[in-house]
């Protein structure tokens, strides 16, 4: 089955600067990559997603690539500020399943000021 | 936006009671409902996913008679966990999913204590 790993586990990054998490997929039918972020005792929210027709996407500071040859797709902030810390999870879904979507593991983000 | 959400926030019930959490989705019709279970520091895990008017599906390791799943409605399902044990303590999240839609929202959860 699917499987999705995310790197890194613990980012830290001083205010002002980008911040970059990884996601590697294993299933080439997957066509769907949404990015949460989810502060502490709190819900996952989404943040921006992408579909598999489409190589980039952003949306002000925050923006995410996709590149399917290599099954990786990646987030990227910008400008980061001290309420950009919190745990970010990629994941994928192919639409099967009930549009089931695979998690990665997280990604705790520290923006230090 | 799409809004979800799920009560109660907090609970805490007395090892071999059973607890209910409900989930609705406030202005969407949820086709599809998720329910996941959130150890600290670690990922989502699914637990089973249901459709309205369907048997949830678990996934391998839930025991179905012990987390009892239902979704009566498009905006309504429940979870109730049976003779809880202090092992069931977690943070249980749902998420809910519109028709021909792949984007989920997310309810703010709910902490369950089981002493």
């Known amino acids: 089955g699917e499987n999705v790993e995310q790197h890194p586990s613990t980012l830290s990054v001083q205010e002002g600067d980008s911040a970059v998490i990884k996601c590697t997929y294993s299933d080439s039918a997957s066509n769907y990559f949404p990015w949460y972020k989810q502060e502490l005792g709190k819900r996952p929210q989404l943040i921006i997603d992408?579909?598999?027709n489409v190589g980039e996407k952003k949306d002000q500071r925050i923006a995410v690539t996709l590149n399917k040859t290599a099954k990786h797709f990646s987030l990227h902030i910008t400008e980061t500020q001290p309420e950009d810390s919190a745990v970010y999870f990629c994941a994928a879904s192919k639409g099967d399943s009930n549009y089931q979507l695979i998690w990665g593991a997280g990604t705790k983000l520290i923006i230090k000021p | 936006g799409a809004v979800v959400s799920q009560h109660p926030s907090r609970v805490i019930c007395k090892s071999g009671t059973s607890v209910k959490i409900e989930c609705r989705s406030l202005?969407?019709?949820?086709?599809?409902m998720f329910w996941y279970r959130q150890f600290p520091k670690q990922s989502l895990m699914l637990m089973a996913t249901s459709n309205e008017g369907s048997k949830a599906t678990y996934e391998q390791g839930v025991e179905k008679d012990k987390f009892l799943i239902n979704h009566a409605s498009l905006t309504l399902s429940t979870l109730t966990v049976t003779s809880a044990h202090p092992e069931d303590s977690s943070f249980y999240i749902c998420s809910a999913r519109g028709a021909g839609t792949y984007e989920q929202y997310f309810g703010p959860g709910t902490r369950l204590t089981v002493t």
């Open positions: 202005d969407f019709q949820a086709t599809t």
């Open positions: 992408i579909r598999s």
